[in-house]
């Protein structure tokens, strides 16, 4: 089971960038994908999910309006559009799974929620 996350980058605020967490191992078809962000000297916080079914999507307060999350079953891919960037939004991302919930469901709390994470891409926004 592995989930890599690439498409990180450097822009200037107001950009945008596409994320995507390509999984393999397993299909995705099952599991909840989560988006976390770590940046420098805080701690990992939740900024989207979406259900294994597709019709459930949670966004943090701080990305409401400027991220979009999406998924594509079969190319076992999820997205993480983000418009709008800020230098706020600077940090490491990783996507995570998780199969245990309801086809509809997805959390954006504790870490510890998912099961399965990949490694991060670093985001850096410039002012």
């Known amino acids: 089971v592995q989930l890599q996350a690439f498409g990180g980058g450097l822009v200037h605020a107001g950009g945008s960038l596409r994320l995507s967490c390509d999984i393999s191992?397993?299909?995705?078809?099952?599991?909840?994908i989560g988006w976390f962000r770590q940046a420098p000297g805080k701690e990992r916080e939740g900024v989207s999910c979406i259900s294994s079914r597709g019709d459930g999507r949670y966004y943090a307060d701080s990305v409401k309006g400027r991220f979009a999350i999406a998924r594509n079953n079969a190319k076992n891919t999820v997205y993480l559009e983000m418009n709008g960037l800020k230098p706020e939004d600077t940090a490491l991302y990783y996507c995570?799974?998780?199969?245990?919930?309801?086809?509809?469901?997805?959390?954006?709390?504790?870490?510890?929620?998912?099961?399965?994470w990949g490694q991060g891409t670093l985001v850096t926004v410039s002012s």
């Open positions: 995570a799974a998780e199969s245990s919930w309801s086809v509809h469901s997805c959390r954006l709390g504790a870490v510890t929620d998912y099961s399965y």
């Open positions: 191992g397993f299909s995705l078809t099952h599991y909840a």
